[in-house]
DNA sequence: TTACATGTAATAATATAAGTTACAACTATC
DNA sequence: GATAGTTGTAACTTATATTATTACATGTAA
């Protein structure tokens, strides 16, 4: 099992916006860059839109940063693209049951465990920001060059 | 999406198998506690045993706990029940395009990110034993009992 | 030998993800 | 205003994972 790599693609997305700030990043554009459907890109494009992430509009090509990127953490993107619901990290099995003491006391012992254990995660992910991301981008692309 | 329930299905049979220490937990009665088929029981038994977590055997009626509660962990559960594989809660998009700067390096640039956002949801559960959870089953129980 | 349990393979039903096609709605420019 | 090119979105396909279920081999105790 893992999350849906709308996560990460959102994060490609972003990254890309800025670092071709100078041209214009159509769909097409960022599909050639993150190997996918134009179609995929402009859903997630779509998901960042509604939580005020970039710019864009329908007719006109290419898409905008909303926001400065230092104020753009990892969680705002998963929060943005809805991978996981809150408090749903963790599947529970519905309707245990009620005639076993674990069975009616299982859901809400377990629960907050898991919201916890999720929190967690989600945490880790708002300690990032896309500009830390961007920058580490460009340090590997050196140090790659460096490597030839 | 969401984690496989087999992860909290794991957490309810060890906490069963406290529980009802004095009784036979055949995968039947497991089963009827947890309100599925006695084969999926017998699935994720498999795996608790492969990590050394109960005692089952072929023929024999009933599982047993093989450590002490205390020192059993959810992390210890999860990781029984293979639910996510290490490094690999988040899906990222497999070939993105060398030709590009952040084609070429998201994947190495995103993926200690994710690990360490993996790695905080896992220390959580690292930090609740089995034994923690059975106490809260408990106390639950009684909370009901007084309110009704 | 019988009754009953676990182990496990095979299958089906369901849900979600990701890719794709098709087309409506919109904008700039000629 | 007509055209070319873009975004927005619905519909469909394919692939994969989960959960439930059936069937049966294997193992144990009485």
Chains 1, 2 share one sequence.
Request: hydrophobic content about 40%.
């Amino acid at each position: 099992m893992s999350i849906s790599s709308r996560f990460a693609v959102g994060i490609h997305i972003l990254s890309l916006l800025e670092i071709n700030k100078g041209g214009v990043s159509s769909s097409e554009y960022i599909a050639n860059s993150v190997n996918t459907n134009p179609v995929v890109i402009r859903k997630i494009m779509g998901m960042l839109k509604n939580a005020g992430l970039v710019n864009v509009r329908p007719g006109i090509a290419g898409a905008e940063l909303a926001r400065d990127l230092s104020e753009i953490t990892l969680l705002d993107v998963y929060k943005a693209v809805n991978v996981v619901q809150e408090k749903e990290l963790f599947g529970v099995h519905d309707s245990p049951n009620p005639a076993c003491l674990v069975g009616r006391n299982i859901q809400n012992t377990i629960g907050p465990l898991f919201s916890e254990a999720q929190l967690a995660m989600e945490k880790s992910l708002g300690n990032v920001t896309i500009e830390e991301v961007v920058k580490d981008l460009l340090k590997k692309e050196n140090q790659n060059k460096v490597d030839d």
